[in-house]
């Protein structure tokens, strides 16, 4: 995608028309886009001013327009499915090998199944169902009741296939999991737990380590480095390099415009020709949900996994799974979080003596738009300095700040649990000499994003 190679801020660009064009050379005949859309959209762009010159406009951080091509919705449609629904037939490991049907059937109740961090999709309950947890008439301790749900494709993030016993009690046959288990919560609007999706929030409630813990295919010291993550905690890399250092899940929103994917920018379209997000799905797609498809980078000691098995269920999907994800707008902070007229003060900080905007730059307040700028190891005040080494880049990109509220704690390693401690950690670590009023206004600025 022409569009993330060296990406700047720029009036307008050629290079958008060249990925539109390419993108409809490219276009699978099943995915016909509206052509009546696309000359719509030609002739927009061709309106637009030109100015190749291709130089950065020096822009505040938070202001600036990337003039990013509108996303294709009929593919942007089918991405939502596949993020939500789409196993890439994982299923071949999560059942087959980690046995976790069993361990469902016999053991993970839906009480079990929230204390974990799973959650539960409301609009896949049917009225019924609804009434009948509402009068407490639903044993939310019996794992039989998981599998009505799993039936019922209402569990974030998890497909199963359910069958019937000869005694009419209900087995799980097969499972698998999704996107969505890791990248997406629900609103809670029905109970805890349970409610609307919000795609792309990372949900850190989830302890995807226990949960994977409790398959009997592994042994003990195995299920002891699983279980000791914790929360909205997981290492993409243990089962690469066997080192144990994991990372926050971090969202999978506001990701438009960034030409590299990652706390490390490994994904780009050097590696993946689908784009930098796609590069990444495809790592976890197959190197950790085991779907069936293919990876390979030379930069991780040339590793290459190839789950096929005949079959690539991964490949074609990524162009839809990546328009979906770069759909979802960063979610805006809810009204009366923060306070606006510090916030307005902490604006300046952060351009000014906070010195964030040196890094934090652009409309998506981070730096790598430019050219696809990284930072060395000793960029990041994280607490944790390794986890940088075991990637393909050895380098960090800066991390966009648009809905930074929404997802502590914060830094890779998740050692900030607010963003008052992300000041106070960048005040000691960069000696700005803050006072205290003004760590309080770049934190309600912070806030405001
Ligand atoms: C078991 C939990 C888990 C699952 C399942 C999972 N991810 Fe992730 N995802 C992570 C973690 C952890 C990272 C951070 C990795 C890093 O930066 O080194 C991540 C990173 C990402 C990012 C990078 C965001 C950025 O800032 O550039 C995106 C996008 C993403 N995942 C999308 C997906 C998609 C799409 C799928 C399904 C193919 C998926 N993930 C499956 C845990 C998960
Ligand atoms: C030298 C470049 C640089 C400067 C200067 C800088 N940052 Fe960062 N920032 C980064 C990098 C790199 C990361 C990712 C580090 C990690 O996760 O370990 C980051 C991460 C963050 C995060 C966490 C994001 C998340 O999703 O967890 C916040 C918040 C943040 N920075 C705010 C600030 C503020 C506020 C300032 C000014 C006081 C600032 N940064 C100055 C490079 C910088």
Redesign the pocket.
């Known amino acids: 995608m022409d569009v993330f190679k060296g990406l700047k801020v720029m009036k307008s660009t050629n290079s958008i028309e060249k990925l539109i064009i390419n993108n409809l050379i490219n276009m699978k005949t099943n995915r016909i886009i509206n052509t009546i859309g696309i000359l719509i959209l030609i002739v927009t762009l061709s309106s637009c001013d030109k100015d190749d010159s291709g130089d950065i406009v020096p822009i505040p951080p938070g202001s600036g327009d990337l003039n990013l091509p509108p996303l294709n919705p009929q593919l942007v449609a089918e991405g939502k499915d596949i993020?939500r629904y789409d196993t890439?037939g994982d299923e071949t490991f999560w059942t087959d090998v980690l046995q976790m049907n069993q361990v469902i059937e016999t053991a993970v109740s839906p009480a079990t199944a929230l204390a974990v961090g799973l959650k539960v999709d409301a609009s896949a309950l049917p009225d019924a169902v609804v009434e009948a947890i509402q009068n407490g008439e639903v044993d939310l301790n019996d794992p039989q009741t998981t599998l009505v749900l799993l039936q019922l494709n209402a569990v974030v993030?998890v497909q199963g296939e359910v069958s019937q016993n000869t005694d009419g009690t209900l087995k799980l046959d097969r499972m698998g999991?999704?996107?969505a288990?890791?990248?997406s919560t629900v609103d809670n609007s029905f109970a805890p737990g349970i409610g609307s999706r919000l795609d792309g929030w990372p949900n850190r409630d989830l302890n995807?380590g226990l949960i994977i813990s409790l398959s009997p295919a592994l042994d003990q010291a195995t299920k002891d480095v699983y279980a000791s993550w914790g929360p909205g905690i997981?290492?993409?890399?243990f089962n690469h390099d066997g080192l144990n250092n994991?990372?926050?899940?971090?969202?999978?929103y506001g990701?438009y415009g960034?030409p590299k994917?990652?706390?490390?920018g490994?994904?780009d379209v050097e590696h993946e020709p689908a784009g930098?997000?796609a590069y990444?799905?495809r790592y976890?797609?197959v190197t950790?949900?085991h779907g069936h498809g293919y990876f390979a980078d030379e930069r991780l000691d040339n590793w290459i996994v190839d789950y096929r098995e005949g079959d690539d269920l991964v490949t074609d999907k990524l162009p839809a799974?990546q328009a979906y994800?770069f759909s979802i707008s960063a979610p805006t902070p809810p009204a009366g979080s923060f306070d606006a007229t510090a916030a307005a003060r902490g604006k300046a900080l952060f351009s000014g003596k906070g010195q964030c905007a040196t890094c934090h730059s652009g409309p998506l307040f981070t730096d790598v738009i430019d050219g696809g700028k990284l930072h060395p190891q000793s960029a990041s005040v994280a607490v944790d300095k390794d986890?940088v080494k075991r990637?393909a880049t050895k380098q960090w990109?800066v991390?966009?700040l648009k809905g930074i509220w929404q997802h502590p704690p914060y830094f890779?390693d998740g050692s900030a649990t607010t963003l008052a401690d992300v000041v106070t950690r960048y005040n000691q670590m960069n000696n700005l000499g803050l006072s205290n009023t003004e760590k309080s206004d770049l934190t309600e600025y912070l806030k405001s994003l």
């Open positions: 993020f890439f993030g999991i999704t996107c288990l890791c990248h995807p997981y290492d993409p890399r994991p990372v926050v899940i971090p969202p999978a990701l960034l994917a990652i706390f490390t490994d994904g930098p997000v990444w799905n976890v797609a950790q949900m799974l994800q986890y990637s990109r991390t966009p890779h």
